[in-house]
């Protein structure tokens, strides 16, 4: 069992920066693969940012030099830290954990980017 709850999304203007959380239960391995993925209305849910090997963390393309994923362990926390958001940046946003070979996903939370 892994549940995954996210916070932090909401409305902000364009420029502005929003930081998401993604709070982690239950039981998993530490070398679980993360990830921060979104999914705009009408659209495909696409890759925001995830783990790759050797911990190597790969951001898609739209969001690279914007977008920071990071992870505090202790208090079992992925974060995602948007700056300089953008209208195309509103979506809802999923974090995404895989434990041997097993899929799971927060709720989502809402970003809006407008003015």
């Known amino acids: 069992q892994v549940q995954l709850v996210e916070s932090g999304g909401g409305l902000v203007q364009p420029g502005g920066s929003l930081r998401l959380s993604c709070t982690a239960s239950?039981?998993?391995?530490?070398?679980?693969?993360l990830g921060w993925y979104r999914q705009a209305l009408g659209k495909e849910r696409e890759v925001v940012a995830r783990?790759?090997?050797?911990?190597?963390?790969i951001y898609g393309d739209s969001v690279k030099g914007r977008f920071t994923m990071s992870r505090d362990i202790a208090k079992r926390t992925v974060y995602l830290q948007m700056n300089s958001l953008k209208p195309e940046d509103t979506a809802v946003y999923y974090c995404?954990?895989?434990?041997?070979?097993?899929?799971?996903w927060g709720q989502g939370t809402q970003v809006t980017v407008s003015s």
């Open positions: 995404n954990v895989v434990d041997r070979g097993r899929s799971y």
């Open positions: 239950g039981s998993f391995f530490s070398a679980a693969d």
């Open positions: 783990t790759a090997s050797g911990g190597r963390i």
